[in-house]
């Protein structure tokens, strides 16, 4: 879904974020987003409700009915008719507020997920009664289900409050066109996908989209998932179960690095947008960890620690894609470059793609992909081993907005078939080298240009297309071209001479 072309989320939003008034978009994203949900799960139960009485011999309120079509049991004082009659009231925040412990204590796996603050003073009543009145419309029946409508707006909610947060919204959000690449790069059909910095899960997301628009099933792949951040663990466990999808994020938040909920997981694939170069990770703490297999990451930057998290985790057949700094593919500190030639020489680095700037809301650093392999030559496909595919994706997407890039999807179809085609997919073409885009180099060539990972190193500048113009004709023109420019300039100055002469400013 690109941000750029779609409807009633956008004018959802404008009127939502009107509602927000001098809350902070922080706050006012776990208001929003909690409501979203409560709305979500009242609509799916009471389109099943009203099926119920129309059966024969059917109990509505026999909550087996609803747990069987994996549909959440929702109380009678959480039912979204309750909420938006009582919506003008005063005591309105208690009224959502004892929905949300009605609906966590009926249904055990949303325990200590659901926002629980709407009765504090500092939230405007009379705000959060209009915003229950524009929340309004169905987002949980089954049609509504079937278009993803409340997915849709969840996302787009989501994509704007990172913007609103600026740089701390990356911590929660990865742009879904950058979410799209990766996962069409490494195609999740089946077996484990793990993120272990999961942010709201548009990882996982994405994943469930790409089996089913690939008609796999769903049932195929199994999530899991690790977030430090409490209130995103939050926002993550509700993206999935609006979803239906089950995955495993640990039964709390916990930091990846020193508390690792799932330590004995080897995933298939791994999927991860780590924080860019963290100095406060505890690496000091760490320094004989067992995921070191290539070297002690430097203490002041994680960005190598997660490379050997994600590598430690693979399973022996594993693909990873994961977005890193830009400096990540050259840094030329001790430890990191140790480490980076090691993960070199043991053939363990498939590609690496550099993207546009200006794809971040956290921030406007370029940045780069990074996609490891543990087995280079699997069945079916070509024998890889000894290559590294480089892609220099710098002058691809478009603006969106004054600040926004995005990739489209002929973009990001690009990148992933040159990547399949190297890989030997039948149906991505043949591979060929394209000068200023793609080079599929040896580790020779890496290993002589001292392991640095930049794709410009290897790709070389395109082929730029002779115009025809004879070489004596084209000098003659833009040197008389450049003789207008100077003799304007000198105009300028003139002008400007004058006029700060005229203020008593000579020079």
């Known amino acids: 879904m690109a941000t750029a072309n779609i409807g009633f989320e956008e004018k959802l939003w404008s009127m939502a974020d009107k509602l927000r008034g001098s809350m902070d978009a922080a706050e006012y994203k776990n208001v929003v987003l909690g409501l979203l949900f409560l709305k979500y799960v009242s609509d799916a139960f009471e389109e099943k409700y009203e099926a119920l009485k129309n059966e024969p011999y059917a109990d509505p309120e026999d909550r087996d009915e609803y747990v069987a079509e994996n549909i959440f049991w929702v109380p009678k004082e959480a039912r979204w008719s309750r909420i938006k009659d009582n919506a003008k009231k005063p005591d309105i925040g208690q009224i959502i507020d004892n929905a949300m412990i009605a609906i966590e204590k009926e249904n055990p796996s949303l325990k200590g997920v659901l926002p629980k603050d709407y009765a504090r003073p500092a939230l405007d009543k009379t705000r959060l009664g209009e915003v229950i009145d524009l929340f309004s419309f169905k987002v949980g029946d089954e049609e509504s289900r079937s278009k993803d409508v409340l997915g849709r707006v969840y996302e787009y909610f989501l994509s704007k409050f990172a913007s609103a947060e600026g740089k701390n919204g990356g911590e929660f959000y990865t742009p879904n066109s950058v979410v799209r690449l990766l996962v069409e790069m490494i195609q999740?059909?089946?077996?484990?996908?793990?993120?272990?910095?999961?942010?709201?899960?548009?990882?996982?997301?994405?994943?469930?989209?790409?089996v089913e628009e690939h008609q796999g099933r769903i049932g195929d792949i199994a999530v899991y998932g690790q977030e430090s951040n409490p209130t995103t663990?939050?926002?993550?466990?509700?993206?999935?179960?609006?979803?239906?999808?089950?995955?495993?994020?640990?039964?709390?938040?916990?930091?990846?690095?020193?508390?690792?909920?799932?330590?004995?997981?080897?995933?298939?694939?791994?999927?991860a947008n780590p924080p860019f170069n963290i100095s406060d990770w505890g690496g000091e703490r760490l320094t004989e960890d067992a995921r070191w297999t290539y070297g002690v990451p430097p203490v002041g930057n994680a960005n190598y620690a997660w490379i050997q998290h994600i590598v430690n985790k693979l399973a022996p057949s594993g693909v990873a894609g994961f977005v890193l700094a830009n400096g990540s593919m050259s840094t030329s500190t001790t430890a990191e470059f140790e480490i980076r030639s090691k993960l070199v020489n043991a053939d363990l680095v498939d590609c690496i793609v550099t993207l546009p700037g200006q794809l971040f809301y956290s921030t406007q650093i370029p940045?780069?992909?990074?996609?490891?392999?543990?087995?280079?030559?699997?069945?079916?496909?070509?024998?890889?081993?000894?290559?590294?595919?480089?892609?220099?994706?710098?002058?691809?997407?478009?603006?969106?907005?004054?600040?926004?890039?995005?990739?489209?999807?002929?973009?990001?179809?690009?990148?992933?078939?040159?990547?399949?085609?190297?890989?030997?997919?039948?149906?991505?073409?043949?591979?060929?080298?394209v000068k200023g885009f793609c080079k599929a180099a040896k580790l020779a060539e890496v290993q002589e240009h001292e392991y640095i990972l930049t794709p410009g190193r290897y790709v070389g500048i395109e082929d730029v297309e002779e115009d025809g113009e004879p070489f004596e004709d084209k000098m003659a023109r833009l040197t008389s071209e450049l003789a207008e420019q100077f003799a304007k300039s000198r105009q300028l100055e003139d002008e400007i001479r004058k006029r700060l002469g005229g203020i008593g400013f000579e020079f």
């Open 188 to 210: 999740p059909f089946k077996g484990r996908v793990y993120d272990p910095c999961c942010g709201s899960g548009g990882m996982f997301v994405q994943s469930e989209k790409f």
């Open 233 to 271: 663990w939050k926002l993550c466990k509700m993206n999935l179960a609006i979803r239906g999808i089950d995955g495993n994020l640990g039964e709390h938040h916990a930091d990846t690095f020193h508390n690792d909920l799932h330590k004995n997981l080897k995933a298939d694939y791994i999927l």
């Open 367 to 433: 940045v780069c992909l990074w996609f490891i392999a543990k087995n280079k030559a699997p069945k079916g496909l070509r024998d890889r081993r000894g290559e590294i595919l480089f892609i220099d994706a710098r002058k691809m997407g478009h603006m969106v907005d004054r600040t926004h890039r995005e990739l489209s999807t002929e973009d990001i179809r690009k990148i992933a078939d040159t990547y399949h085609a190297w890989w030997g997919q039948m149906d991505a073409g043949q591979y060929e080298d």
